[in-house]
């Protein structure tokens, strides 16, 4: 069931697991479940290219929730959880191969992020 949403909505499928990597207290199983989710969809495969996954993450409808999502994998480095910050650096370089110019805010918040002293070592 989860797959046939994923695929015939993956638009909304990225909304609700970016919402998920935004709320607090959020049991870490359902947090990486979540971004296997992202990273799926975001993923370029022989059944579609990173071009055709651009075209639907960048229409005028859905830029509220790009920046959702952007925000969602950004803050999902921070996370103590090994596994959360890889899944989350891989989609952050998903969206930078797909923004490519337009991400020097958020590259200009990693690089603050791994200055910080506010998150623990591992997140640096």
């Known amino acids: ?6 695929e015939s ?3 909304e499928f990225l909304s609700i697991s970016s ?4 709320e607090d207290d959020v049991d870490y199983v359902i ?8 990273v799926k969809i975001l993923t370029p495969s022989t059944r579609i ?9 960048y229409i005028d409808s859905f830029i509220e929730e790009r920046e959702k999502i952007k925000s969602a994998v950004v803050r999902g480095i921070m996370f103590n959880d090994q596994v ?4 989350s650096a891989r989609c952050v ?5 797909m923004e490519q110019r337009s991400w020097y805010s958020v590259l200009n918040s990693l690089f603050q992020l791994t200055i ?3 998150y623990s070592f591992e997140a640096h």
């Open 84 to 87: 959360i910050r890889q899944q």
């Open 19 to 22: 919402s998920l990597l935004l």
């Open 49 to 57: 290219t990173l071009s055709e996954i651009k075209e639907m993450l």
């Open 93 to 97: 370089d998903l969206l930078l191969q």
């Open 31 to 38: 947090l990486r479940a979540a971004l296997t989710f992202i």
């Open 9 to 11: 909505n993956p638009r």
């Open 1 to 6: 069931i989860i797959s046939e949403f994923m």
């Open 116 to 118: 910080s002293q506010n």
